[in-house]
């Protein structure tokens, strides 16, 4: 119950912070990524932001035994840097570059359908890639 | 040579941002125990059963952010994208494939990843940064973004 009502609105959160901080505009994003035309280093300063905050968190967190509302934390346990990894992060990369939406800012275009109803476009294609992906043997 | 453009740079409100996604991201761990992965949090709703409803949830919460914002700030929130139809399809099954197979984005691996030093993560931002960026370089070498 508690779990379900922080899930709300750690989303909520995040999304504000991603639309207070100019990642929900693709256009912002592409600006970003294009050092070598006129650049937009701010979005440096998102990622910096969330791990200056997080990183010290977590590691004042790393002995607690357990979360507030459920019964262990989930943490991924791979380490391998193999095949799956770099060809993933490659191809998601390109997607990424090649509109300046990634998963979170995607979710929270649906917020702006109104301005631009292709943004529904680019997160149909995006649930089609993860489904597409169940099929594939890599 | 670099040629920094002012009129759009905005570093203290990309850092205020940044730290908001940040509390968002301890908030989730600390009280679900699970990391605030995007792509991971989409592809278990659709996958699995299990979390269904928070997931469903947090996701709600994403979309309602930016209207929240808007709605107490009376803030106008430029959503500016000009790339063509093929060019959004082709770009959202790249992301959705990608982030599936690396089983991360730039929350999962840039953020929640990074700041647990995992080497696997960081390997993974390097990497989808700079793919990234070569996209957007070849794009506007060709003229067709």
Not at chain 1, 72 to 82: A, G, N
Not at chain 2, 32 to 47: D, F, P, Q, W
Not at chain 2, 91 to 112: D, Q
């Amino acid at each position: 119950m508690y779990n379900n009502i922080f899930s709300l609105i750690s989303g909520l959160i995040f999304g504000i912070g991603l639309t207070i901080a100019g990642m929900t505009n693709p256009a912002k994003v592409i600006a970003f990524l294009n050092i070598t035309g006129i650049w937009d280093p701010s979005l440096i300063f998102v990622m910096g932001g969330a791990i200056v905050f997080t990183a010290p968190c977590f590691y004042l967190l790393k002995d607690k035994r357990k979360p507030f509302f459920t019964s262990s934390f989930q943490i991924p346990d791979i380490k391998d840097i193999d095949r799956k990894l770099i060809l993933g992060s490659s191809l998601f990369g390109i997607g990424w570059g090649m509109i300046g939406l990634c998963p979170g800012p995607a979710i929270c275009s649906i917020a702006f359908i109104a301005l631009q109803p292709l943004s529904i476009v680019f997160v149909v294609a995006m649930i089609g890639g993860f489904y597409f992906t169940k099929f594939l043997k890599i | 040579m670099i040629a920094i453009d002012v009129d759009h740079f905005t570093p203290y409100s990309s850092l205020i941002g940044g730290l908001i996604i940040g509390v968002a991201v301890v908030l989730f761990f600390i009280t679900s125990g699970r990391l605030a992965g995007i792509s991971g949090i989409i592809s278990n709703t659709l996958e699995r059963n299990e979390n269904k409803f928070s997931n469903v949830l947090f996701l709600i919460g994403l979309v309602l952010g930016p209207l929240v914002y808007i709605f107490f700030t009376k803030k106008d929130v430029v959503f500016n994208m000009t790339s063509s139809l093929p060019l959004i399809i082709i770009g959202g099954l790249f992301v959705g494939i990608g982030t599936e197979i690396a089983r991360g984005c730039t929350s999962g691996h840039g953020i929640c990843g990074i700041s647990r030093f995992s080497s696997r993560s960081i390997v993974a931002t390097i990497i989808f940064m700079s793919c990234a960026i070569i996209t957007v370089f070849l794009l506007q070498f060709s003229g067709s973004s």
